[in-house]
């Protein structure tokens, strides 16, 4: 599987992005494909993740949660992440990724299985 995030740039604080992340290739072994970000110096934060299922559940972590959704387009082999309400901290490389499945909700963690090259956030305050 490749994935392919986009959508990333410069935005004021309290503005709002959508990134994409192109999925190709076979993905029946994986259960969901998440957002993670990671800024310069930190560790890496999960912050979302939707399912492959019908169902389509949908996760996210506390510190985005109201803020960012995530949603798909099968058509389009594409899942999408809304963010709205762009704070300062929300600066990272934002990757998407498979999802093997999700290990714990609170905090949130998933078994990221592969990912592509990230696209960088960048939020002016």
């Known amino acids: 599987v490749q994935l392919q995030a986009s959508g990333g740039g410069l935005v004021q604080a309290g503005g709002s992005l959508r990134l994409s992340c192109s999925v190709s290739?076979?993905?029946?072994?994986?259960?969901?494909i998440g957002w993670f970000r990671q800024a310069p110096g930190t560790e890496r934060e999960t912050i979302s993740c939707?399912?492959?299922?019908?169902?389509?559940?949908?996760y996210y972590a506390e510190s985005v949660e109201g803020r960012f959704t995530v949603f798909r387009d099968k058509a389009k082999n594409t899942v999408y992440l809304r963010m709205n309400s762009l704070k300062s901290e929300d600066t990272a490389v934002y990757y998407c990724?498979?999802?093997?499945?999700?290990?714990?909700?609170?905090?949130?963690?998933?078994?990221?299985?592969?990912w592509g090259q990230g696209t960088l956030v960048t939020v002016s305050s």
């Open positions: 990724a498979t999802v093997r499945g999700v290990v714990t909700t609170t905090p949130l963690n998933f078994a990221f299985d592969s």
């Open positions: 939707i399912s492959l299922g019908d169902d389509g559940n949908t």
């Open positions: 290739g076979p993905t029946s072994d994986y259960y969901a």
